[in-house]
DNA sequence: AGTATTTTTTCGAGGCTCGAAAAAATAAAG
DNA sequence: CTTTATTTTTTCGAGCCTCGAAAAAATACT
């Protein structure tokens, strides 16, 4: 049963509404926020004197240029750096990272490290992850007190309630809390991210006209991935992080997929399987656990110059992706995809056979009209999202001072 | 960009809550409320009376028994089903039915009619609907000005806004704007809506505690229809009405689909598909415009009785809806499942392939856990979530008077 | 008849948003 | 350089809404 709207609530989500609304728009004057909240300006002013004084905003004096119009120049109000600021990990095959971003959006600080995911053992990935962790908290340019959120991104499903991976490709480890790892070693509140999510969340953020409301970021690397946006929501499964895309039955009884069952998009799609179909092997081979870029690249090229078994194998991909898209699109209807990873600079020899495939199903009855961006590098996403998923938090955290009062480095220190 | 909250919604919202509780609970009183709303008792005590005076609610005296506790008896409140009336269509296959519902949701008349839709022009079908509707409004014992909300419910798919059919097997017409039309027609604010997705309405709130915030209803019939409820949400396309979960591929290039593509679920699962494999035709056969129930319970007794083609025909349907519903599963994990339908009769020859099948699948992990439930009837669950959702409307209506203030039976007539 | 117990209503306090008016800050005009 | 027009922001009182505490109501127990 949802619960009755409190008299507190109502300020509570209102401050959240201007906080947000200077993280979207930059520096929007007092006069933009009413008009983008639609409360008054009287509000408005009273809630983002408030936020003022707590430090959270702060007014940014002189908005560049326009003074050019008569009256009483509009103030810009930005999102006050020192107000806190998120740590944002990212764990994904062989390969380990950590940013700290303040709470405007900037990255301040950030270390990467190989690793062997694979083959360590479950203390070693979890010592790995607490130490990089540790080694930013300790630098002294940075306010420990402010750090208010880590988000930490995982190749791999993770539980719906964002505490826990619950499987992944990049370590034969299971069930980590991760979550609860970092908050009680740290004590600081920590989530656990899936990855394709955290591409969707940053997509959101860098292009959102494009997308808004409903797209569908796809991860095309070793493994096949999906996050998927919805009215504006991330959706994730009820149980898990959800989206399994890769995992949608594309042919009953198919070819091997690494996950040990059969018939996956992810087993005619993943890049072990366009490896697997370009050397030509047999569906029942087993996948093999990591094909370089390089390689890959030298596929594509490959295919690209001669008609052969490598563009038959990204043929394959192609008709894999297009049925299980077309699957999907018959559930929640077409959207904008964005097709990211190593594997979506040789989207040019995906696409023909993809939209072949897609216009035979009932999604893709405008299959013309889909389209498709591509942006090989998901790293950087990944770990732009995971930051503004980490700071969205702490703005539905720092505004709650009636729920508890979060003792950080933002008290009230003018009146 | 959402709005911020208004001062006036606060008291919007919370009669909403009451109201609903009161429709949820049967008799609740006013502590009962409180609890479940977490409101406190001077707010429940405030808005009841409100809605007390307005005719929305009504006291009803002596909750039968529970005079055994000691102090003032609670005194229960109830929907006064003279605050409204609604009217739920359905139109289904050579089939058309109307009721008429009161406020608190019982049945005070309804009318039923063959007729053929398959051949009937645009403007027959229109004007059959809008005959057979006109007919209840011109009833005498029914004040028209009442009448609240119609909800017109039709097997095929139905935009987002809820205004118009897009497209249905059950007539060669498209893009008829049903809502729109009643709403011209009578001046009542009317949907159109899914069949499909008003089943698993009905299931809600049939059985709040199987059918709660996470769930399938599927129905099994000549064709094959989703209603998917997450999060306790109906979910819904972004453009239409969605959940075409018939119209995932099951074999790219597969069996003939009624809709005209190729391996759809469907073109294995629905009636006409398992009838055809029964009958051993060719995969390629086109598809029947109806197989009648009882051929189907023919079919369905010879496949208990015998090892032949009929029983294989169910198998493959089964393996069908297995890998179906895995693929599902792989996007949103599992959740109970409803099958309804003529053919949800014929479950038992249905679910060990279906079983078999499903536990292939990435969603199928814990398949064995995946409970099936069986309704061989739909049509009175069809009507019952019509009618359901069409009162949900007026709830969020009625207590809506700061913005519009509906003049209709329930005007304040006592202070 | 009196007491205990539970439900419901009443009443004042505290908050929040809103509209209108005032104040502030600038460009344009004289 | 002063005045006027214009736009943004703040201030202030009014009107609601919810809440907690206390009172009132209604019944069972003694």
Redesign the interface.
């Known amino acids: ?7 507190d609530d ?1 300020r509570r ?2 401050r959240a ?1 201007v906080i947000s ?1 200077v993280r ?1 728009a930059g520096h929007p004057s007092r006069t933009e926020i009413a008009a ?4 008054s300006h009287s ?1 408005i002013s009273a809630i983002s004197s408030d936020l003022i004084q707590e430090g959270i905003l702060a007014e940014s004096r002189a908005s560049e240029s326009v003074s050019l119009k008569r009256g009483r120049p509009q103030v810009g109000l930005s999102l006050n750096p020192e107000a806190a600021a998120v740590l944002a990990v990212v764990l994904s095959l062989n390969f380990l990272s950590v940013a700290v971003i303040d709470y405007a959006g900037q990255v301040v600080a950030e270390e990467q490290r190989r690793l062997d995911t694979l083959t360590m053992s479950r203390d070693e990935l979890i010592g790995e992850c607490v130490a990089i962790v540790r080694r930013q908290l300790e630098d002294p340019d940075l306010d420990v007190q402010s750090v208010a959120r880590i988000a930490l991104a995982i190749q791999g499903i993770t539980d ?1 309630s964002a505490r826990a991976m619950l499987w992944s490709p990049i370590t034969p480890q299971t069930n980590i809390a991760f979550a609860d790892i970092l908050e009680d070693e740290f004590g600081i509140p920590a989530t656990m991210e899936n990855d394709c999510n955290m591409m969707a969340v940053a997509l959101r953020w860098r292009d959102p006209d494009r997308y808004r ?2 797209f569908i970021a796809i991860l095309l690397s070793h493994g096949i991935g999906m996050g998927l946006v ?2 504006g929501e991330l959706f994730t ?4 992080s ?4 890769g ?7 198919g070819a091997l997929c690494r ?1 040990g ?2 018939g ?1 998009v992810e087993a005619y799609a993943g890049n072990y399987a366009i490896w697997r179909n370009a050397r030509q092997l047999s569906e029942n081979a087993e996948p093999v656990a990591d094909v370089s870029d390089a390689d890959m690249r030298a596929l594509a090229t490959r295919a690209r110059e001669t008609d052969g078994p490598e563009r038959e194998a990204y043929r394959k991909a192609g ?1 894999a992706l297009g ?1 299980g898209l ?3 699109f ?6 904008p995809v964005a097709m990211v990873g190593a594997s979506a600079a040789a989207f040019d020899l995906i696409e023909p056979a993809l939209r072949e ?1 897609i216009a ?4 893709g009855q405008h299959s013309g009209s889909i389209s498709f961006d591509t942006e090989p590098n998901e790293l950087p996403l990944i770990r732009e999202g995971c930051a503004m998923r980490a700071l969205s938090f702490v703005d539905q955290e720092i505004f709650a001072p009636g729920v508890q009062a979060r003792g950080g480095s933002a008290g009230k220190n003018v009146a």
Chains 1, 2 share one sequence.
């Open positions: 049963m949802s619960v009755g709207i409190r008299h109502l989500r209102n509404m609304a979207r983008t909240t639609g409360l509000t719906s409301d409903d919805l009215k499964g009820t149980h898990s959800g989206g399994e895309f995992h949608m039955i594309h042919r009953p009884g996950c069952r059969r996956c008709e049925f077309g699957s999907l018959a559930l929640i209807d077409p959207a495939a035979q199903t009932a999604g």
